[in-house]
């Protein structure tokens, strides 16, 4: 199989398999993901195999819906990509990058990093602020049944990786604890850039519900 048929196949692969997930991880978070990673990577020099792929795989088996279970996403991108002939280097690669993508690995020290999975994180992130980061989040916070906000909740800010991943705090907090903090850890030109943007859209965004919330805002 040529390059653009295992991309094909990978693509069909993925929306198959995440056809009833949730709204913030399902195949139009992998389809965003997948097309930041194509825009940012013109500007980079990348292994555009692996870039794809991994963009494609990322959240293939996300732990946080299998009980944990971290390995179990690496896994089953490589059973995948075993069943279509992709080369064992390739298969290495991409499950690197599903490994140590997420958030809650920047908590722990860097073991792998390689310029594809500093693109594909970075696409991974844009999703995650501005309109659509926003969205996701409320659509997250919803399916955990989060409340939007509380005032006497205040933000953790030094959240170790077990409070991140067990917190059961309002919505809003999660900008304070993860959002507003990705547009500093962005990794490429483009990346930092577009977060730029997005970072301060959610800033006009929270200025807007505290005005809203206290019925503030000027008529
Ligand atoms: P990572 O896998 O990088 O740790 P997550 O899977 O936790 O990232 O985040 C994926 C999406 O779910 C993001 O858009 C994120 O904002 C949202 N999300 C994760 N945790 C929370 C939370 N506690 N409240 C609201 N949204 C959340
Ligand atoms: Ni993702």
Redesign the pocket.
């Given at each position: 199989m040529d390059k653009n048929e295992l991309i094909g196949k990978t693509a069909d692969f993925v929306r198959n398999t995440l056809k009833d997930a949730e709204g913030?991880?399902d195949w139009w978070h992998i389809y965003r993901v997948w097309n930041n990673a194509n825009l940012i990577a013109k500007t980079e020099q990348a292994d555009m195999l692996v870039v794809e792929l991994a963009a494609l795989l990322h959240d293939i088996a996300?732990s946080?819906f299998h009980g944990g279970d971290e390995e179990i996403g690496p896994q089953t991108a490589s059973t995948f990509l075993k069943s279509i002939n992709v080369d064992d280097i390739t298969i290495h690669h991409v499950q690197q990058i599903i490994r140590y993508?997420?958030?809650?690995s920047s908590f722990d020290e860097v073991i792998f990093t390689s310029k594809e999975l500093q693109i594909v994180q970075d696409a991974?992130r844009l999703?995650?602020i501005g309109a659509i980061?926003i969205a996701?989040?409320f659509s997250?916070?919803g399916f955990k049944g989060?409340e939007f906000y509380d005032p006497a909740i205040k933000p953790n800010l030094s959240m170790t990786k077990a409070e991140y991943k067990n917190?059961t705090?309002p919505?809003i907090n999660?900008f304070y604890e993860?959002?507003l903090q990705l547009k500093d850890k962005m990794n490429t030109t483009t990346g930092k850039k577009l977060a730029k943007q997005r970072h301060s859209f959610m800033e006009s965004y929270l200025e807007q519900f505290y005005a809203e919330w206290e019925a503030s805002v000027s008529v």
């Open positions: 913030g991880h996300d946080k993508l997420s958030f809650k991974d999703d995650a980061g996701r989040a997250y916070g989060r917190t705090a919505t999660h993860k959002l």
